[in-house]
């Protein structure tokens, strides 16, 4: 489809409709359609943009756009129709081990605006796991035929290639969120103080998340935490990524602790976690997108890994996981902790590879909007 006339007459038709896993409460999904709206719409400011929702009403109040219900298929058709875009992303949409409906459920939205011949683009997406053949085919064939993918990762773009995806421009960027302004962290420090942790001793920032039938590991951060707190006199907080699923994980695991812990027990917005995430020492993240706020907000942190995707973020900046959720040792957990916060802050060399994932991370937008411009 190409566009015709001026500058100002492209803007004015300019309507682009956003699918991905939003109006669930994930504060890592919640961050990445922040993320898209601030970078589209710093570079298309007059952009009538629409999101596909699982909470529309909650969607449009808290990033103040136009949303439908995600399955209300005749305002998606007419969204669809009508749009002049679709961006499928960011985060993990297009794999099959959380779920084989959902991955359907993305590539449908996508084969139906293939099908009507408009642009589409997959943005900043992780890729995989796909275990199942029939999955890796039919994400090959929808592929296959969009405009743009841009993806989070070197190893997104290995899955993809696997799958027979040639014709399309892959590029490999960062992840959106990491393109976000940084966030004064007054309003982290003054929660973290009504709870009773205040800065005149280290904090450590844990993220953790249930996964599948994995609890063994609950008893050996339980551990490790008990140990840091003894031998920095550090304030161990957990902070949900994901209310009350996260919630219920941390509290498991701070009942396992012999020492003293808190547990946030709100839920958050995207500028408050980030906010959260510069008010503590060291994050340690289960949760991919604990990690990633805290290198946003350059706050240094330790990734437990779960997924391909935590060791791939890792990978990009340089550093590697302190474990595995499945093997998870007490000792690494300890050691580097305390490493961290005797150094207080990131190495150089891992805050440059992150300056350079920030200005990746902008060029998703910039490829987006150039699709709108493109004759």
Same mark, same amino acid.
């Given at each position: 489809?190409?566009?015709?006339?001026?500058?100002?007459?492209?803007?004015?038709?300019?309507?682009?409709?956003?699918?991905?896993?939003?109006?669930?409460?994930?504060?890592?999904?919640?961050? #990445?359609? +922040?993320?898209?709206?601030?970078?589209?719409?710093?570079?298309?400011?007059?952009?009538?943009?629409?999101?596909?929702?699982?909470?529309?009403?909650?969607?449009?109040?808290?990033?103040?756009?136009?949303?439908?219900?995600?399955?209300?298929?005749?305002?998606?058709?007419?969204?669809?129709?009508?749009?002049?875009?679709?961006?499928?992303?960011?985060?993990? $949409?297009?794999?099959?081990?959380?779920?084989?409906?959902?991955?359907?459920?993305?590539?449908?939205?996508?084969?139906?605006?293939?099908?009507?011949?408009?642009?589409?683009?997959?943005?900043?997406?992780?890729?995989?796991? #796909?275990? &199942?053949?029939?999955?890796?085919? *039919?994400?090959?064939?929808?592929?296959?035929?969009?405009?743009?993918? *841009?993806? !989070?990762?070197?190893?997104?773009?290995?899955?993809? /290639? +696997?799958?027979?995806?040639?014709?399309?421009?892959?590029?490999?960027?960062?992840?959106?969120?990491?393109?976000?302004?940084?966030?004064?962290?007054?309003?982290?420090?003054?929660? $973290?103080?009504?709870?009773?942790?205040?800065?005149?001793?280290?904090?450590?920032?844990?993220?953790?998340?249930?996964?599948?039938?994995?609890?063994?590991?609950?008893?050996?951060?339980?551990?490790?935490?008990?140990?840091?707190? *003894?031998?920095?006199?550090?304030?161990?907080?957990?902070?949900?990524?994901?209310?009350?699923? =996260?919630?219920?994980?941390?509290?498991?695991?701070?009942?396992?602790? &012999?020492?003293?812990?808190?547990? #946030?027990?709100?839920?958050?917005?995207?500028?408050?976690?980030?906010?959260?995430?510069?008010?503590?020492?060291?994050?340690?993240?289960?949760?991919?997108?604990?990690?990633?706020?805290?290198?946003?907000?350059?706050?240094?942190?330790?990734?437990?890994?779960?997924?391909?995707?935590?060791?791939?973020? #890792?990978?990009?900046?340089?550093?590697?996981?302190?474990? =595995? /959720?499945? *093997?998870?040792?007490?000792?690494?957990?300890?050691? !580097?902790?305390?490493?961290?916060?005797?150094?207080?802050?990131?190495?150089?060399?891992? /805050?440059?590879?992150?300056?350079?994932?920030?200005?990746?991370? /902008?060029?998703?937008?910039?490829?987006?909007?150039?699709?709108?411009?493109?004759?």
């Amino acid at each position: 489809m190409a566009f015709v006339g001026s500058k100002d007459e492209v803007k004015a038709m300019c309507k682009i409709l956003i699918s991905g896993y939003y109006g669930f409460g994930n504060a890592g999904d919640e961050a #990445l359609l +922040s993320s898209i709206l601030q970078a589209l719409l710093e570079l298309e400011p007059q952009a009538e943009i629409t999101v596909i929702s699982g909470n529309p009403v909650e969607t449009m109040s808290t990033h103040k756009v136009k949303a439908i219900g995600r399955f209300d298929m005749w305002k998606i058709y007419q969204a669809v129709y009508s749009c002049d875009m679709l961006i499928s992303g960011g985060g993990s $949409l297009l794999q099959d081990v959380t779920s084989a409906r959902s991955l359907y459920y993305y590539l449908s939205i996508i084969a139906l605006v293939n099908t009507l011949g408009k642009r589409v683009m997959i943005y900043a997406q992780g890729i995989g796991p #796909l275990r &199942k053949s029939l999955a890796r085919t *039919t994400v090959g064939h929808v592929l296959n035929q969009v405009s743009q993918i *841009t993806v !989070r990762d070197h190893a997104s773009k290995e899955e993809l /290639l +696997s799958l027979g995806i040639h014709d399309v421009p892959i590029t490999v960027t960062a992840d959106a969120v990491l393109g976000m302004h940084p966030v004064d962290t007054t309003v982290g420090r003054k929660m $973290l103080e009504s709870y009773g942790v205040t800065a005149d001793r280290p904090i450590v920032g844990v993220s953790v998340r249930s996964w599948k039938d994995c609890i063994d590991y609950q008893e050996t951060l339980a551990e490790a935490l008990d140990q840091i707190q *003894t031998t920095k006199d550090a304030q161990i907080v957990f902070i949900p990524m994901q209310h009350r699923e =996260d919630t219920m994980e941390a509290e498991t695991i701070a009942n396992l602790m &012999k020492t003293k812990s808190t547990v #946030l027990a709100d839920a958050y917005s995207t500028t408050e976690l980030l906010a959260l995430s510069g008010s503590v020492d060291v994050m340690i993240g289960v949760r991919l997108h604990a990690l990633v706020f805290s290198a946003l907000m350059e706050t240094p942190c330790l990734g437990i890994s779960y997924d391909p995707k935590i060791l791939n973020f #890792l990978h990009m900046i340089g550093e590697v996981p302190v474990g =595995d /959720l499945h *093997t998870l040792e007490v000792e690494p957990i300890v050691a !580097r902790t305390v490493e961290a916060l005797e150094r207080g802050n990131f190495t150089e060399t891992v /805050l440059e590879n992150i300056h350079e994932l920030r200005r990746n991370a /902008l060029e998703n937008a910039r490829i987006a909007i150039g699709m709108l411009h493109d004759k």
